[in-house]
């Protein structure tokens, strides 16, 4: 049974951009940067320094605690070990790699017979998924050995995140469409680790050809199913979809594992196959590059590290960019440099023109109380935001701005175009920091 969520909003999703185009192979790039940050965690210390030569999935990156290594793209040689750009805006220490196209693989990639995958143990398989860099795909980032370690002895539901609910991205429609047996079969490892008979694909109902593709790859006797649910925005935010499949609601400052659930993104689960079974790391991932100004909007595997400047020469503009964000539209991050690589959290590029520019020089707000009955986490951002302007983090706790999810959907509706997301992630921040001194 499905449930529908309070508040959301319909967005107009301008995915019949890309939905129907398959996933094209992007050309290897002469240069990549690997940032040694794609993560929630601590960052990787590099293993490589300038002038060694790699090979394609060799590790370059790794540390201790709460991280996931990273590994070369490409083959080639390091050119160098340096601070560069990040899409989390800051400068990130970074291996950059000359490309020598030869696409030499490191010789410790060797794929696993079923057989072979058969006989592993759940702490072996979530090693291989550490060893592959795993982290959740969908923009988060948590590393995914991780959550399933947490998860152990606690979960009795898993889910697939196919929702997918930001306008303009289809990187996980078209995965599903051409890749459901490699997805299904990164869940069923997912559902072997954690001990479960059963687990959900939750996909809105604007993906018929994405649905018709996991239908056919569905065996029932794997106990996997899919669930159906109707589009509004964040469908795809966790604690929103948790509760559209379940009924159950995640308590304030709580984790999915709280009321039992794990949620996965279905790159994940891919990238999970890829590892078990083909001994092949984290090295490329679905990019959707769209955008209202597009000349030829595409789908792209793109090796990790590729810069957006590349991928948007590779679809075309009609006129010069307003905002490239990462992500996008409603909850992605505006790019001051386009020199910033692709990461493993990176599923679109999306590129939109002057018609965007809709903020006002002096917004103030009206109390009209949208915001109010379109926010998904039962939040009064009127409140949110008028707590904002006198900097008490104590006040801006008490109004539970750290229950933001950082949506949009109250930003999307205000009539004043106060921009109330950036200013609650700013209040969030502030947040942290007075928790840190203390």
Avoid: W
Avoid at 108 to 116: G, L
Avoid at 319 to 331: A, H, T
Avoid at 367 to 381: F, K, N, Q, S
């Amino acid at each position: 049974m499905a449930f529908s969520f309070f508040g959301g909003i319909h967005p107009k999703d301008n995915k019949q951009l890309t939905c129907h185009k398959a996933v094209q192979e992007f050309l290897e790039p002469d240069l990549v940067v690997i940032p040694m940050q794609q993560h929630i965690g601590a960052p990787c210390l590099p293993l490589v320094k300038k002038g060694d030569t790699v090979t394609m999935g060799q590790k370059i990156g790794d540390n201790q605690g709460l991280c996931v290594p990273v590994h070369a793209s490409v083959s080639g040689k390091v050119k160098a070990v340096e601070m560069r750009p990040h899409t989390s805006g800051t400068m990130v220490m970074s291996v950059v790699i000359e490309n020598d196209h030869q696409q030499t693989l490191c010789p410790d990639i060797q794929p696993r017979s079923p057989e072979a995958v058969e006989k592993l143990t759940a702490q072996e398989l979530m090693d291989i998924i550490r060893e592959a860099g795993i982290v959740g795909m969908g923009g988060a980032t948590f590393p995914t050995h991780v959550k399933l370690s947490s998860g152990l002895g606690k979960v009795d539901t898993v889910i697939v995140n196919l929702s997918e609910c930001e306008p303009y991205i289809v990187a996980d429609d078209r995965l599903a469409q051409e890749y459901p047996e490699q997805l299904l079969s990164g869940l069923q490892i997912v559902m072997k680790i954690l001990g479960l008979q059963q687990a959900v694909v939750a996909m809105e109902d604007n993906k018929p050809q994405a649905a018709k593709a996991l239908k056919l790859a569905i065996d029932p006797k794997t106990g996997i199913r899919l669930q159906l649910l109707p589009a509004k925005y964040p469908q795809g935010a966790e604690k929103q979809l948790i509760y559209a499949i379940t009924g159950r609601t995640i308590p304030s400052g709580g984790l999915p594992a709280a009321v039992g659930c794990a949620v996965f993104n279905a790159a994940t689960c891919k990238a999970i196959h890829d590892a078990v079974y083909d001994g092949m790391p984290l090295i490329r991932r679905i990019v959707t590059v769209s955008g209202d100004i597009c000349m030829d909007p595409k789908n792209l595997l793109v090796p990790i590290g590729t810069s957006f400047n590349e991928l948007m020469e590779a679809v075309g503009t009609r006129e010069n960019p307003y905002k490239v964000l990462s992500g996008g539209p409603m909850m992605g991050a505006a790019q001051y440099d386009l020199a910033v690589p692709v990461i493993k959290g990176s599923n679109a590029v999306t590129i939109l023109g002057r018609s965007n520019r809709y903020a006002v020089e002096a917004s103030r707000c009206i109390r009209c109380g949208r915001c109010i009955d379109v926010c998904p986490m039962h939040l009064m951002p009127v409140l949110m935001y008028k707590s904002t302007y006198t900097g008490d983090p104590e006040e801006m706790k008490s109004v539970n701005m750290l229950d933001c999810i950082e949506c949009g959907c109250c930003a999307y509706s205000c009539p004043a175009s106060v921009p109330l997301v950036l200013a609650f992630r700013a209040a969030k921040q502030r947040i942290r920091n007075a928790s840190q001194k203390k």
